[in-house]
T-cell receptor
């Protein structure tokens, strides 16, 4: 039973355009959400996070939107660059207990020059 | 500063062999996590330490998996009598907060384990 779902295994966009990566979750106890980027043979690299008390967080070209009623979040990358090509993981955690992250399966983004 | 380091980066083991995977967290980070990532999947939680205390080991798949962090810094994940289904990338992460949540976890490069 997957609590965090990334339904698109892959996404291809043109350089300079917007990339939108989506993530859905089922556990209403999740209150902190993160996006990680992963290159082959490397560990996940933290990109951006959002707390459930917010609906938007921005950091440079990266913006994360959270819709709690829909249990949906998205990562927008504008403008997309070829160096953004990687696998993007959505992760979530909940208050209390351990701080473990629950990950989606990832979306492979390809940005074409 | 130095990030999370893991060794070895690659390990090939024969079925039934014991293996030990090492993680050096970011200096001063209190919390340490182990995750297992199978091919084509996202990382899955194995266990969590706060300093030397193992507070959550609910993700360890069997009693063949054992983790320790005796002095609250370096951690070792040990897998006894390895099986082919143990083949995966083992990721270590650390974070700085003593308690609470909403703290970013920083990951190491992982150890890729292949059991033949």
């Amino acid at each position: 039973d997957q609590q965090v779902k990334q339904n698109s295994p892959s996404l291809s966009v043109q350089e300079g355009r917007i990339s939108i990566l989506n993530c859905d979750y089922t556990n209403s106890m999740f209150d902190y959400f993160l996006w990680y980027k992963k290159y082959p043979a490397e560990g996940p690299t933290f990109l951006i996070s959002i707390s459930s008390i917010k609906d938007k967080n921005e950091d440079g070209r990266f913006t994360v939107f959270l819709n709690k009623s829909a249990k949906h979040l998205s990562l927008h990358i504008v403008p997309s660059q070829p160096g953004d090509s990687a696998v993007y993981f959505c992760a979530a955690s909940s208050q209390g207990g351990s701080e473990k992250l629950v990950f989606g399966k990832g979306t492979k983004l390809t940005v074409n020059p | 500063g130095a990030g999370v380091s893991q060794s070895p980066r690659y390990k090939v083991a024969k079925r039934g062999q014991d293996v030990a995977l090492r993680c050096d967290p970011i200096s001063g980070h209190v919390s340490l996590f182990w995750y297992q990532q199978a091919l084509g999947q996202g990382p899955e939680f194995l266990t969590y330490f706060q300093n030397e205390a193992q507070l959550d080991k609910s993700g360890l798949p069997s009693d063949r998996f054992f983790a320790e962090r005796p002095e609250g810094s370096v951690s070792t994940l040990k897998i006894q009598r390895t099986q082919q289904e143990d083949s995966a990338v083992y990721l270590c992460a650390s974070s700085s907060r003593l308690a609470g949540y909403q703290e970013t976890q920083y990951f190491g490069p992982g150890t890729r384990l292949l059991v033949l």
